[in-house]
């Protein structure tokens, strides 16, 4: 595994590491042994900001919210490395955060369907994660399906849960929610 007592902007759970992964590059582990709770918190990332039409292949950047991407710092923050599945064992917990999205136990590669937080219109590759339900390609118009949204709920970063109710609801989906959270009209603009 990875040193991960190096400088780090990230904070990263002390029962992972990283290594070389058959999905891609390096991965994130759950290391032997150990074990993760559903909804355990697996890391938050830390990092640079810079806007959306950032781009170097080497940062593994990803959508911290609407129009800025975050990247790491350092290659101590191996949060980075956790890849996709179209089976994942991790969701979003955040803008910036992971979880487990049921108990595991170590050794396992975490993973997260990247449909929970990126949106790109223009974005796609071939997915090599070899799960039986593998969608064979992720695109960032993948959170648009019903099917992902349903299973996912609740795992989606902030800003893709907010385009979910947006087309779900309409434009207005924060006041009609808001009404149904309270009990009561949508307050005036």
């Not at 129009?67 to 991790?90: K, Q, R, V, W």
């Not at 090599?128 to 992902?148: K, S």
């Amino acid at each position: 595994m990875a040193d991960v007592h190096r400088s780090r902007a990230s904070w990263i759970s002390p029962k992972l590491g990283s290594r070389s992964s058959p999905l891609h590059g390096r991965g994130l582990y759950l290391q032997a042994g150990a074990v993760l709770e559903p909804d355990e918190i697996v890391t938050v990332a830390g990092g640079r900001i810079h806007l959306a039409d950032y781009e170097d292949p080497q940062d593994h950047a990803f959508t911290a919210a609407p129009g800025f991407l975050i990247a790491p710092l350092s290659e101590a923050d191996i949060d980075y490395t956790m890849n996709h599945s179209c089976e994942p064992n991790c969701g979003m917990a955040g803008s910036v955060a992971w979880c487990a999205l049921r108990r595991l136990v170590g050794p396992v590669e975490l993973t997260y369907d990247y449909c929970m937080g990126e949106a790109w219109d223009d974005w796609s590759f071939p997915c090599r994660c070899g799960a039986p339900g593998c969608r064979g390609r992720v695109t960032g118009e993948d959170w648009r399906d019903p099917g992902l949204q349903q299973r996912y709920w609740g795992y989606f970063a902030p800003h893709i849960e907010a385009r979910i109710l947006a087309e779900r609801l309409g434009p207005d989906w924060r006041a009609r929610l808001r009404a149904f959270v309270f009990g009561s009209p949508p307050r005036p603009r």
